[in-house]
């Protein structure tokens, strides 16, 4: 249970980012906002009192969630835009 937050966090971090240009600003918002988000959640489930390894891992799972939610949200977008032109 303590690993859903790290997950929801990335998956709310992707697709806000999801309409921002250029890319390496995305990819730098979603670096630091997920290492904050990963130690937050560390922090929220006790593991920082465990050791400081654990918002590494944290962090991962945000970073990874963000970046494949903010893909799919990009694809999805995409595909029915060309949907949309197709039918049109």
Do not use: H, K, N
Request: net charge positive.
């Amino acid at each position: 249970m303590d690993e859903v937050f790290p997950v929801l966090a990335g998956i709310a971090l992707g697709l806000a980012t999801c309409p921002m240009r250029p890319g390496w600003l995305r990819l730098a918002l979603i670096g630091i906002a997920g290492f904050g988000l990963g130690a937050t959640a560390s922090w929220i489930s006790g593991e920082l009192a465990i050791s400081r390894v654990y918002v590494l891992v944290d962090a991962a799972q945000v970073i990874v969630a963000a970046v494949l939610s903010g893909f799919l949200a990009r694809l999805a977008t995409r595909s029915s835009r060309a949907s949309l032109s197709a039918g049109l």
